[in-house]
Each structure stands twice: as structure tokens, then as C-alpha cells.
């Protein structure tokens, strides 16, 4: 009986094929041959981690906890014991793909308060991350067309600033469905935050706590849930759920969910039923491994419907429920027909879903012109393409409640840790301060479509009253 034994890298070496597969993980020896045709990740990605140590690999995108969730009590084979020779001669493994990779360009980052804007994060970011994370997290889907568009957006509207507004006292405060935030700005989720550094989820929710801010965690983050909410006490959570193929998985991780207090809402990503083909990300897994990767198999159910999947939904949690992945101002009205549905999040996963789809500015526009209660009726979110406090406070006069950033929390977290995140949190918070200042603004509840010039763009926002009747009441009474 081999369960229980201890094994030796010379021994476990020895498996590295379809027909037998081992890997060592976290002390553990583990058979995974029949579970290479099911994990969602491919079967390249394990063979080509077969027969050794995959722990650091594993690490950096998986949390622990998926070990026992995913692979039976019989598949663990004993205890993994390093070979004398081995010992003397291992050299410390890299834990992740950032700093600490010897793949990754050397780089100094300066002090992180001498850092001024997202896009200096940005580049930072670019030296600091191992060639694998960065064709994972910049990628977008073929010509990255909406990645970009997403960005580009905000400069073409322009603001309206108003004069004589005392904007000594001003405050980012605000309320995203329900819970009291200390910003509107909130992090979106994103898979593998540990392939930017060994901080991972808990350093971004850390960061969160400072600002008293919202974290969004990603059904796909590589730590667990648990681990992550303890590590900000000042934070708000939410979780992010994609509904996989295996509904009874999806509806364990939903029981652990909900033993979770600090998690105050579900948000469920719609805009992904299939992966976009990214084709920075499917180049550099090509190269990884020998022989090129097969089409990856998509563990994400395809077939939701509204009524069906958010029935099946309110059948698990209690919790307020926001579709994530909006894209059209018809979605955004069909969501307020479902009252577990609290709000939405427009988003088009940051140009990695379908490209040419538009930005979320464009569909709060929409929204603003066919179905403008959609905003009085539940919270609407965006997220995409945020780099300026000014990016923010249009959003957020458009008809926004929050403002989500994805990739730049993950550089900022591959810059500096938990610090970075802070950092990037805390250039953003100055610059909507300061934006809202000189736009004449004391507060988030304030900023409403007067802020915003018409052009060709915005012009569809100005179909209703000018607004110069309630400036002249609010003239007479203080004069
Ligand atoms: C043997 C134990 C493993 C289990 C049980 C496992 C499980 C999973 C699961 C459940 C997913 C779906 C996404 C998620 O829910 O997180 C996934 C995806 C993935 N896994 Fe693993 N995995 C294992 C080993 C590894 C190893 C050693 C690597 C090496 C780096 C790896 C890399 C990946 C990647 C790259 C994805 C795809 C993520 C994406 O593109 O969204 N996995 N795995
Ligand atoms: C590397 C990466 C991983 C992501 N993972 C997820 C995820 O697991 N779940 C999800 O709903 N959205 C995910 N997203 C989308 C983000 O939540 C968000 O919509 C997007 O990043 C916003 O655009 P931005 O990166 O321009 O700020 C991911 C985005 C990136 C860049």
C-alpha cells in the first residue's frame, strides 16, 4: 500500500507523462493523471509541471484550499521527501512571477511617494513583472480595440467647472450598495493576483482597508476568500462569481461564501460565457509549453438565463446580487426587473471579453437617454480604462455610484506589495479630490450631468431642462 509513504524527487520524477502523471504540492505527492483532462487551466500547464516541485507554480495562481476541492482524498500519495543530493544542491525556487523571478528585468522602483500618476505605476509595473504575468494581465482580445477605447473615452469629455463654490471642506464618501465607503472607487476583481507578488488578494485587501474601501474578490483569486477579508479589517468585500459547468462546485464555494460575514454582496460576471482570444496571453502559453497548448477547456457555464440562473442563485445566497458585464442600456433595464438584483456594473472586463464592444461610458450614456430610471433604481458601477481622478468624477456625474479599476491595482500591488496598491488608491483619491475642487464640488453626491460640456458625444444628455431655472432660485435665496 503506497498511501501514506514517502517519496523522493528521483521517484516521483519518474511520472511525467498522460498515462502517469505525479506532482508534488505544498509537501503533498499527488497522482493527477485523471485529473488532467479536467483542469480548467489545460493539460499542458501540468505536464509540463509534472514529476517535481510545482508548489511556486501552483502558488501563484491557485489558492490552496482548491487542492482539496478539486482532487480526491485517494489521489494524495504520501509525503514528498527531498533527496540528500537534491537539498545540497536546490537553489531557492522563485514564489511568484514578479520580483523574486529571475525571468523578470531587474529593475529599481523609487520611492513609491515619489510615484505620481497610474501611468508611471504602469511602467514600473512593466519592469517588475515576470513575461507571464504580463501577457496575462495586459492582454486584451484581438485588436484590443475596446481596451482602448475604454481609456480614451474619458479625454473626450470635457468637464464644467462652476465658480464661487466654497470647496474648502470636501469629501470622497460614499455608499455602494448599502455599505459606507471611504471613496467611490473600488477594486475590481482579477485572477492571480499572486503572479504580481507574493501579497497577492490579501495585500490588495489590505490597501482597501486604509481608505476604507471596496474590494470586489475574483472567483479565480489565488488565495481563499478567509484569507483574504482577514487581511483588511477596514475594508468592504464583495465576491465574484462565474457559474461553472459543474453547478454542484459552484454551489460548495457558495455555502463557504456565505459563512463569510464581511462579504456584503455576489457579483456575478456575465460578459464572459466564452474566453475573448487574447492573443498576447495564447503566444506566450504557446511558448511555455513544448508543443503548444490545446484550446484551453472552459470550466464557465455558457448556457445562464435570466430567469433560470438568478432563480437558481437566490436558491444559494441572501446576499444582494450585481450583474457584472453589462453592455447595453436594454441589459441594464432588464436587470431592474429581477428584484434580487440590486445593481449592475457596466463593464466589458477591461477589452478582454468581446472587442469592439463599447466602452461603459457609452452605455451610461445610453442609460441616461432610453431607461434613465435604471439609475434611481438600482447602483450602477463602471469599471474600465481609469487612470484619472477626472476619469472618475465623469463616471460618477454621469450616473455612476463607483468606479472600479482592475489592472491598476495589480500593478501597483507588483510595484510595491500591499504599499503599491495603497499608492495607486491613494493618487487616485487626490486626484478626484482635487478635481472635484476646482470642477466646484464639495461632495460625491454632488457631481450630476450639469458637470459635463456637450459635444457630439454628451450632446444626448441634454435633452431635458437647461438647469438655469434652479440656478436662479438658488441665486435669489442667497443673495
Ligand atoms: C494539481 C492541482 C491543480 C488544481 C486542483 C487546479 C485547479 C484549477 C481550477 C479549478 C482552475 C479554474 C480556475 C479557478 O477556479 O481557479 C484552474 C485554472 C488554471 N490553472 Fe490550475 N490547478 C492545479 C494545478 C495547476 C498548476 C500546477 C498550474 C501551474 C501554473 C496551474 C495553472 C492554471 C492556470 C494557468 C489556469 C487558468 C486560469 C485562467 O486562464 O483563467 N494549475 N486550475
Ligand atoms: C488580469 C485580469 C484578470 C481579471 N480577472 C477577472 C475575474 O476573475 N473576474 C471578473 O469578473 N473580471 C476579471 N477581470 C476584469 C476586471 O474585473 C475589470 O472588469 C477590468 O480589469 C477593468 O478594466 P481595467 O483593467 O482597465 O481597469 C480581470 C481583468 C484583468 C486585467
Request: net charge neutral.
Amino acid at each position: 500500500m503506497i498511501m501514506g509513504r514517502t517519496w523522493k524527487l528521483s521517484e516521483v520524477s519518474k511520472h511525467t507523462t498522460q498515462d502517469s502523471c505525479w506532482m508534488v504540492l505544498h509537501g503533498d505527492v499527488y497522482d493527477i493523471t485523471s485529473f488532467l483532462s479536467k483542469h480548467p487551466g489545460g493539460r499542458s500547464i501540468l505536464l509540463k509541471n509534472a514529476g517535481q516541485d510545482a508548489s511556486a507554480a501552483f502558488d501563484s495562481v491557485h489558492p490552496v484550499e482548491i487542492l482539496e476541492e478539486y482532487l480526491a482524498p485517494e489521489q494524495v500519495l504520501g509525503k514528498f521527501e527531498l533527496d540528500d543530493i537534491v537539498e545540497r544542491t536546490m537553489v531557492e525556487k522563485p514564489k511568484n512571477g514578479s520580483q523574486t523571478d529571475p525571468e523578470a528585468p531587474s529593475s529599481t522602483v523609487p520611492p513609491l511617494s515619489s510615484i505620481l500618476s497610474i501611468s508611471e505605476i504602469e511602467s514600473y509595473a512593466m519592469q517588475q513583472l515576470s513575461p507571464k504575468a504580463i501577457s496575462y494581465y495586459v492582454s486584451a482580445t484581438d485588436d484590443e480595440l475596446t481596451k482602448a477605447a475604454n481609456g480614451q473615452i474619458y479625454r473626450s469629455i470635457l468637464l464644467r467647472p462652476r465658480v464661487f463654490v466654497d470647496c474648502t471642506e470636501c469629501s470622497l464618501e460614499t455608499t455602494i450598495l448599502g455599505s459606507k465607503v471611504g471613496l467611490p472607487i473600488f477594486v475590481s476583481p482579477a485572477a492571480m493576483a499572486r503572479l504580481a507578488h507574493p501579497a497577492g488578494e490579501a495585500g490588495i485587501a489590505g490597501a482597501c482597508s486604509k481608505f476604507n474601501g471596496l474590494q470586489i474578490i475574483s472567483k479565480n483569486a489565488s488565495m481563499s476568500p478567509p484569507a483574504i477579508v482577514s487581511a483588511g479589517p477596514g475594508a468592504v468585500f464583495a465576491w465574484q462569481l462565474y457559474v461553472l459547468k459543474d453547478l454542484a462546485a459552484t454551489e460548495r464555494t457558495l455555502a463557504q461564501i456565505r459563512k463569510i460575514p464581511q462579504i456584503k454582496f455576489i457579483v456575478l460576471t456575465l460578459d464572459a460565457p466564452f474566453p475573448g482570444k487574447r492573443e498576447a496571453d495564447e503566444r506566450f502559453k504557446m511558448a511555455e509549453v513544448a508543443g503548444g497548448a490545446p484550446p484551453q477547456a472552459w470550466g464557465t457555464e455558457s448556457a445562464l438565463t435570466w430567469k433560470k440562473t438568478l432563480e437558481w442563485l437566490c436558491g444559494h445566497t441572501s446576499l444582494p446580487i450585481v450583474l457584472k458585464g453589462v453592455q447595453t442600456h436594454e441589459d441594464a433595464y432588464a436587470a431592474t426587473l429581477f428584484p434580487a438584483v440590486k445593481g449592475i456594473i457596466l463593464s466589458n472586463h477591461g477589452g478582454r471579453a468581446l472587442d469592439t464592444a463599447p466602452p461603459p461610458i457609452q452605455v451610461l450614456l445610453e442609460i441616461r437617454k432610453f431607461c434613465p430610471q435604471v439609475l434611481d433604481t438600482i447602483d450602477v458601477l463602471v469599471d474600465g480604462g481609469i487612470k484619472r481622478g477626472t476619469d472618475v468624477i465623469k463616471a460618477l456625474a454621469l450616473g455612476a455610484k463607483g468606479v472600479g479599476i482592475g489592472r491598476a491595482a495589480l500593478y501597483g500591488l507588483s510595484v510595491g506589495g500591499q504599499e503599491g496598491v495603497v499608492r495607486v488608491l491613494k493618487i487616485l483619491a487626490d486626484e478626484t479630490m482635487t478635481a472635484m475642487r476646482l470642477l466646484g464640488v464639495k461632495s460625491v453626491s454632488e457631481l450630476g450631468p450639469r458637470h459635463i460640456n456637450t459635444n457630439a458625444l454628451t450632446s444626448r444628455l441634454f435633452e431635458g431642462p437647461s438647469g438655469l431655472e434652479e440656478v436662479e432660485r438658488e441665486l435669489r435665496s442667497k443673495l
